[in-house]
């Protein structure tokens, strides 16, 4: 039997941080490239990523700037916060680390972030410019896992693909980015029925439901690509946790031709595509070129 290829997305990511890093060092400014994080409360999740995005930055050349707000933080304070950052000319890039408290409106912050500085891509001039086709930043997870089907040479194109969920952060990105690459798209979710069988249609099946292991091996069609976007900390009988995906690595890596895992899989690509968009976002605000 076969055992399915990794996707290594750790290998892919090193290689588009080192790009960046000497995209940033070909370009002589009397400034380097920012990044600005807002963080709304003590998530450990959300600290575990942002400290990730600080070191990444930091490795690169790109100047990170914090910003953490006590929880119960008012939608003015951070309205007026991102507003400063738009101004701020040190600042290429503006994150908002969702989630943020329930108290607060999102939504309503995101689209207050400058789409030029919208390294995350969810601004709806943005998501817009996606939608039509038209250049803009992109949202880093799904253009992370177009980037790493691109480095092992599989192109969507004429393939049946399935994106598992529906968020505006992976799915419905994610779904247009494998549509303009020619692909057929299905989009399913929770609601869907008899979600194997649709899933088992797939050549390219991507999984961001935020459910551990859901996918198994009778959901995958043999041979074909599966990328898992989950990441989901399970504890054991034991009481020792471990992180796993939305999908059942072990059974499916037998059926599948290609495997993302986790840790190791889309999560550094995500980190290392908005390392590229805070780069590509200082390039263009200064009128150079990416390298």
């Known amino acids: ?12 990511a090193q290689k588009i941080q080192n790009q960046v890093r000497s995209g940033i060092a070909a370009n002589p400014s009397t400034r380097p490239p920012g990044l600005a994080v807002l963080m709304v409360g003590d998530n450990p999740a959300s600290a575990a990523y942002v400290r990730n995005k600080q070191k990444a930055c930091a490795n690169v050349g790109i100047a990170s700037f914090l910003k953490h707000f006590p929880a119960e933080a008012t939608q003015a304070e951070i309205k007026s916060a991102i507003v400063d950052l738009n101004q701020d000319d040190r600042v290429d890039g503006i994150l908002l680390q969702l989630p943020v408290p329930p108290h607060l409106d999102s939504a309503a912050l995101l689209q207050e972030i400058d789409p030029n500085k919208d390294v995350d891509g969810l601004h709806p001039v943005n998501m817009g410019r996606l939608l039509r086709g038209e250049p803009g930043l992109q949202s880093c997870t799904p253009a992370g896992i177009m980037r790493l089907l691109q480095e092992y040479d599989i192109n969507p194109k004429g393939k049946q693909a399935v994106v598992v969920g529906r968020s505006i952060l992976v799915g419905k990105p994610m779904a247009m980015m494998l549509l303009a690459a020619d692909a057929t798209v299905t989009v399913a979710h929770s609601r869907t029925p008899d979600l194997a069988a649709i899933c088992r249609t797939a050549h390219i099946l991507v999984v961001a439901a935020g459910r551990p292991e859901m996918v198994g091996a009778d959901m995958v069609k043999p041979g074909s690509v599966v990328v898992d976007v989950g990441i989901n900390r399970v504890t054991d009988a034991t009481g020792k946790s471990r992180l796993v995906g939305d999908v ?15 840790p190791g899989g889309i999560g550094p690509m995500t980190v290392a595509l ?10 263009q605000r200064l009128g150079l070129t990416m390298g």
């Open 274 to 283: 908005l390392l590229e968009n805070t780069l590509r976002s200082y390039c």
């Open 1 to 12: 039997m076969t055992i399915a290829s990794i996707l290594d997305g750790k290998a892919v």
């Open 248 to 262: 059942n690595f072990d059974s499916v890596k037998e059926v599948a031709g290609f495997i993302t895992p986790v």
